[in-house]
């Protein structure tokens, strides 16, 4: 029908030269054109798929399942060299948008696999506004997360997230965005120490959680009791946990909040076997770029570039000084209902000499990382954290009580929330890489 030509194109260039008669001819055929055709008009002004090519990173390898999905992805191929002159998009720069319609991506009472620990409504959180954003990059729109091609892109495949509780809590919420296609009884949850696996048994596939908040062996690495003062990391000990990781087709680390104890981190030489244990203090930034380097060479040495695909998130920020934003002196995330809407905003526990330190590894890593930038998209989220409306595992005293920013977690995230929009951009880079 009217596929033969470009609307937008014609318009342009024709315009100025007909006369009136041919030109209202023309708009009428226009219309009709956009009015058979809205898809491939409206195509025109949505320019994600165009635009989600960040040209640094041409040597990303789809990932191999994803071919199948032919549509999708031989769309974005074209796409990528008709418009090779096109400027990229930065998903991860843009701003937070209120949207009723879409948001939130599911009902916290839907999803049963969310810990008490992040189930904010339930624990009494009045508002509901922090649920009702939506990340709007500058330069183009987030594909929509389609639960059904990821789940389909996950069969007889395992995925694994590698690495603290906020790694933790984008598992959940990226199960909570699929679990909702699989039926009760084809769907587990089970938890062995420090590995969790949820399994879709009619999909044959694994979506993993392995706690590793150093990513290296460190005296912090029970499950459980993990609340360890004086913090100890041992060098070169990647392999402690990394066995565990070995076969995962996809992975996604995260590691930062354990290393910042506001002094140096205490580096163990031997082993947590050795009787006089050997070890040394190592400034944040250098022990951090060990566990760093450590982790691209594990990957090098582990991974397929042609087969699996590798993520890494960087800082999860927190909210504990409200001044910071130019609020009470004393207070933090607690009672807090809206974003930060300055642009520039960076909170300091998000430490830059950090975001510098994996910069340059990344640089220097053969594999291909993909990386998740979401401290900046995350800086503005002051009113996204569970603050006191979680599960208290010791009873609060009546001075705690009196005072509720005391006690308010300014770290963890409501689920549902901002961690769905950390796996959207997941969703996007493992589909347009
Ligand atoms: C994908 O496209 C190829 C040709 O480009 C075709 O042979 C194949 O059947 C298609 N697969 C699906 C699942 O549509
Ligand atoms: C989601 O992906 C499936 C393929 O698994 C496709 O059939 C479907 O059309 C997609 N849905 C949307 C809304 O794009
Ligand atoms: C299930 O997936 C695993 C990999 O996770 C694979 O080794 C196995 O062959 C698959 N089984 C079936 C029945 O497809
Ligand atoms: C990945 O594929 C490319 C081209 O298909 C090949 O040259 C390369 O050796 C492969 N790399 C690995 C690690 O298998
Ligand atoms: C919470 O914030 C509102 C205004 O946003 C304020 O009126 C109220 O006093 C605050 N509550 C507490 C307990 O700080
Ligand atoms: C992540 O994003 C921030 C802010 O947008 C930027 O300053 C930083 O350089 C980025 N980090 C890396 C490693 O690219």
Redesign the pocket.
């Known amino acids: 029908m009217a596929n033969s030509f470009n609307p937008s194109s014609l318009l342009l260039k024709t315009k100025p030269r007909l006369s009136s008669y041919l030109f209202t001819l023309l708009s009428i055929i226009l219309f009709t054109a956009i009015i058979l055709n809205t898809h491939d008009f409206l195509f025109i002004f949505r320019p994600h798929l165009q635009q989600l090519h960040p040209k640094t990173e041409t040597n990303t390898v789809l990932f191999s399942t994803v071919?199948?999905?032919?549509?999708t992805v031989?769309e974005v191929e074209k796409k990528e060299e008709e418009e090779e002159e096109e400027k990229e998009c930065d998903l991860f720069s843009g701003t937070w948008v209120k949207d009723e319609l879409t948001r939130p991506l599911y009902e916290e009472s839907e999803c049963p696999y969310i810990q008490p620990q992040l189930t904010c409504q339930e624990h009494g959180r009045p508002d509901k506004e922090y649920r009702r954003l939506r990340w709007q990059p500058h330069g183009c729109d987030l594909p929509k997360f389609n639960a059904s091609l990821m789940l389909e892109t996950l069969r007889g495949k395992r995925m694994m997230f590698v690495g603290d509780s906020l790694n933790r809590g984008q598992y959940v919420s990226l199960i909570c965005l699929l679990h909702h296609l699989i039926p009760q009884h084809a769907k587990s949850m089970e938890t062995f120490d420090s590995l969790t696996v949820f399994t879709a048994k009619e999909y044959n596939a694994t979506i993993e959680f392995y706690w590793a908040p150093f990513l290296l062996e460190s005296n912090s690495d029970n499950a459980v009791i993990h609340r360890v003062t004086d913090r100890i990391v041992r060098k070169g000990s990647i392999n402690k946990h990394g066995r565990y990781w070995k076969g995962a087709d996809i992975l996604v680390f995260n590691t930062y909040l354990w290393w910042v104890t506001g002094s140096n981190m205490k580096i163990l030489l031997g082993s947590f076997k050795d009787e006089v244990k050997e070890i040394v203090e190592m400034q944040t930034e250098e022990a951090y770029r060990m566990a760093m380097k450590s982790m691209l060479r594990w990957v090098k040495m582990n991974m397929d570039p042609n087969k699996t695909r590798v993520f890494f998130t960087s800082m999860s920020p927190s909210h504990g000084k409200s001044i910071e934003w130019g609020g009470e002196p004393g207070g933090n995330c607690y009672n807090e209902t809206t974003p930060i809407e300055e642009p520039s905003y960076w909170g300091s526990d998000s430490l830059k000499s950090i975001m510098q330190v994996i910069g340059e590894e990344f640089r220097k890593s053969k594999f291909p990382i993909t990386f998740l930038n979401i401290t900046q998209l995350s800086n503005y989220r002051k009113d996204a954290h569970t603050s006191i409306y979680k599960k208290q595992w010791n009873p609060l005293t009546p001075e705690q009580l009196a005072n509720p920013a005391s006690y308010s977690d300014c770290i963890h995230w409501c689920l549902p929330g901002l961690q769905d929009t950390w796996n959207e951009l997941l969703f996007a880079k493992l589909f347009y890489p």
């Open positions: 071919t199948q999905s032919n549509n031989q």
